[in-house]
């Protein structure tokens, strides 16, 4: 496509519930990242995905966070017994390699809202 | 692990004022800079990156950044604001090549910038 997209636009769920975030990144990229946006704060970063394996997960919070991405294009974030504490924006971005030793331009989507309540 | 700072949080100008956004990063080794841009109700856009070369960077829109690493500091600029550089602005970094985070970037807290017609 002609950018990263990303669905839902809005989530509203649950405290408890089990939440799914879907990103499709730029046709041929082969790195994406998923980050997390709290009100009032930049972009923190989660999870970076190289092709279909997660090259780096050391932003995830707790194990309730979890992301896949099987055949190395769409990519999916999954958040187990939602918090309220884990509302915010979730933001996908992805480079066309990913190993320019960090050089590459990350393009983001337009993120999902997440509240919980 | 790097961080970022962006001193001001909220900039309020004139149009054809000059605008200067800091930005401070906390690591030793080597970096590589970003700027980036979001307009109202649009999503994160790439103003401006370093990574070598020449420390004065252009980038889109008029924007330009010097990088000077004894101040750890790669500030964002431009000589005449316009109304539509009303936005909120980002430094990010990352450092290459370190073990587990070379691509995924640190953001600043951001700086929201209102140009006044």
């Known amino acids: 496509g002609a950018g990263v997209s990303q669905t839902p636009s809005n989530k509203v769920t649950e405290k408890g519930k089990y939440v799914e975030l879907r990103c499709d990144p730029i046709?041929?990229?082969?790195?994406l990242y998923w980050y997390r946006q709290s009100l009032g704060q930049g972009p923190e970063f989660l999870i970076y995905?190289?092709?279909?394996?997660?090259?780096?997960d050391s932003g995830l919070p707790n194990d309730r966070f979890f992301a896949v991405r099987p055949e190395g294009s769409v990519s999916t974030l999954k958040i187990q017994r939602t918090e309220r504490g884990d509302s915010a924006v979730y933001l996908c971005?992805?480079?066309?390699?990913?190993?320019?030793?960090?050089?590459?331009?990350?393009?983001f989507g337009p993120g999902t809202r997440l509240t919980v309540l | 692990a790097q961080s970022v700072s962006q001193h001001n949080h909220h900039v309020i100008l004139s149009e054809a004022a000059s605008l200067e956004l800091g930005c401070n990063y906390s690591?030793?080794?080597?970096?590589?800079l970003f700027w980036y841009v979001q307009y109202p109700g649009q999503h994160l856009q790439l103003l401006l990156k370093?990574?070598?070369?020449?420390?004065l960077v252009k980038g889109i829109k008029g924007f330009e950044a010097e990088f000077i690493k004894s101040k750890f500091s790669f500030n964002l600029r431009k000589p005449s604001v316009q109304w539509s550089d009303t936005a909120e602005y980002f430094c990010?970094?990352?450092?290459?090549?370190?073990?587990?985070?070379?691509?995924?970037?640190?953001f600043g807290k951001g700086t929201h910038l209102i140009i006044q017609p």
């Open positions: 971005a992805s480079s066309a390699t990913g190993l320019a030793g960090g050089t590459d331009t990350q393009y």
């Open positions: 046709s041929g990229h082969t790195a």
């Open positions: 995905f190289q092709g279909t394996g997660a090259a780096d």
């Open positions: 690591y030793g080794g080597t970096v590589n």
């Open positions: 370093y990574f070598s070369g020449d420390p």
């Open positions: 990010a970094v990352n450092a290459p090549w370190t073990v587990g985070g070379a691509d995924g970037l640190t």
